[in-house]
């Protein structure tokens, strides 16, 4: 994140702000041009071989291609996508949402070439956006459809395990589209998630000892301010991997508290 940091600082000024929403308004075009034209997506879809053929345009066209031809689940995806990537460019600034997009980007169009004619999609790199919103928001609720409340981070493991099946049993584009366009999730957070498998199993430990010896008034507690699961059920708590020991902390003071050190 120091690396991230430091190109920020110099190269923060060329970002592209609502880079969200450029890119629904070109994937809506695209649907109503492709309404008259159903060999539109054939044109647009980035295909490694042709770009080599000089249709170099695909390199970039790929990006513009909407979700599917059905007009309400277009509509769904858009609002999803728009939700989450806004928020996404909120919490870090637009530099580096566009670097968390370029990063994905690059990746997949380069990993492509190891197949050179087979087509490649937008589907999982915009996935990512998914599930950066969700690791960050794992309790933000989403009504399905505006109707079933479902708590994102369900979503999210059913995206991962979707991904997991297609690295295992789908076709190699597919497989290399997936590799390539969660590249960008572990650049970002790789730390955090190594960090939460390293102390899982302490966690784990700690917590069936608490088990036996007495049962625990509480799981979690924050360093800070002391309110616990108990106290607070809806909150999510966390643990530092800057501090020195096992110190939770709530949502409002995991960013702004000193580290401990000791």
């Not at 990537?85 to 600034?93: P, S």
């Not at 059913?158 to 572990?186: D, E, K």
């Amino acid at each position: 994140m120091r690396l991230i940091a430091r190109l920020e600082r110099r190269f923060g000024r060329f970002a592209v702000p609502n880079i969200t929403l450029l890119l629904i308004a070109g994937q809506v075009v695209t649907f109503v041009l492709s309404v008259n034209d159903p060999q539109l997506y054939d044109r647009l879809v980035y295909i490694p071989s042709r770009v080599l053929r000089g249709e170099v345009h695909r390199l970039f066209t790929f990006l513009l291609l909407p979700p599917g031809t059905m007009i309400i689940w277009a509509f769904f995806f858009w609002y999803l996508f728009y939700l989450m990537g806004t928020a996404l460019e909120h919490y870090w600034g637009p530099f580096r949402y566009n670097l968390f997009l370029l990063i994905g980007y690059l990746a997949t169009v380069s990993a492509a070439f190891v197949v050179p004619e087979g087509p490649v999609g937008n589907w999982f790199l915009q996935g990512t956006v998914f599930l950066a919103f969700a690791w960050l928001n794992p309790r933000f609720t989403l009504h399905l459809f505006f109707v079933l409340p479902v708590q994102i981070r369900w979503l999210a493991l059913l995206t991962w395990i979707g991904f997991g099946f297609t690295l295992i049993f789908g076709a190699w584009p597919q497989r290399i589209s997936v590799a390539a366009s969660v590249l960008n999730f572990f650049v970002f957070f790789g730390q955090d998630v190594w960090y939460r498998i390293k102390t899982g199993r302490r966690q784990m430990a700690r917590q069936a000892r608490r088990f036996v010896e007495k049962p625990p008034e509480y799981y979690h507690k924050c360093t800070v301010c002391g309110i616990t699961d108990k106290t607070h059920p809806e909150m999510d708590f966390r643990y530092c991997s800057q501090c020195s020991g096992d110190h939770a902390y709530c949502q409002e003071h995991l960013r702004t508290h000193e580290h401990i050190t000791e």
